[in-house]
């Protein structure tokens, strides 16, 4: 992407899956399929226990019906695997179920009869998409690089935030009269005394 300019999340999104190996997607978050759901943290609390706080001194993990191997390397023996059960209470099925109920109601028994994201019990998570004037103000300097064709993409600058000319132009102007002015360093009168013990200047 080196010397491209590129104005739009679909355009960074086709320049990227043209690289080999790689796969990206965009997730609009604005599209009814692919909401932001929160409070997840209350969910998880009711049923998975806290990760030990040691946890993050390994760097290969194991789990297998709810019971999680640490392992600091790969190579790590197995009489210094560290393990827990991640699970309240200690029922897979039981927490499979209950899980289930809270994310979809008590029609869904299975993940496989989930068809629609709006059956998701969760509050949706509603996205502060407005900047701030300061932010908006900053972003219209820019706006007249970016082609017609795309910028209807970028927010629109309400009246009165974005710059006059005769604003530039005064802030132009101050800006040249500061770095015109000259800073002259002030004197320095020496003084010394002679044999007699005179001051002289």
Same mark, same amino acid.
């Given at each position: 992407m080196r010397a491209q300019n590129l104005y739009t999340l679909s355009a960074i999104v086709s320049e990227l899956n043209a690289i080999k190996s790689v796969?990206?997607?965009?997730?609009?978050?604005? @599209? @009814?399929?692919?909401?932001?759901?929160?409070?997840w943290t209350s969910l998880l609390k009711k049923y998975f226990k806290s990760i030990p706080p040691n946890y993050t001194g390994n760097y290969f993990f194991e789990i297998d019906q709810g019971i999680v191997s640490m392992h600091h390397l790969v190579s790590t023996p197995d009489n210094e695997v560290v393990q827990f059960s991640m699970l309240l209470p200690e029922n897979i099925d039981s927490v499979r179920q209950a899980i289930l109920f809270d994310l979809f109601g008590s029609g869904v028994k299975?993940?496989?009869?989930?068809?629609l994201v709006d059956m998701v019990k969760l509050p949706r998570v509603e996205l502060k998409e407005q900047l701030t004037n300061k932010k908006l103000k900053s972003l219209s300097k820019k706006y007249f690089s970016i082609p017609l064709e795309v910028l209807s993409y970028y927010p629109t600058v309400p009246d009165g935030l974005s710059d006059s000319s005769e604003d530039e132009d005064v802030a132009a102007t101050r800006s040249r009269s500061k770095s015109a002015v000259r800073v002259e360093k002030p004197k320095v009168r020496r003084l010394w005394k002679n044999a007699s013990g005179t001051v002289l200047g």
């Open positions: 796969s990206t997607e965009f997730l609009n978050h604005q @599209s @009814s399929w692919r909401p932001f759901l929160g409070d299975s993940i496989d009869d989930v068809t």
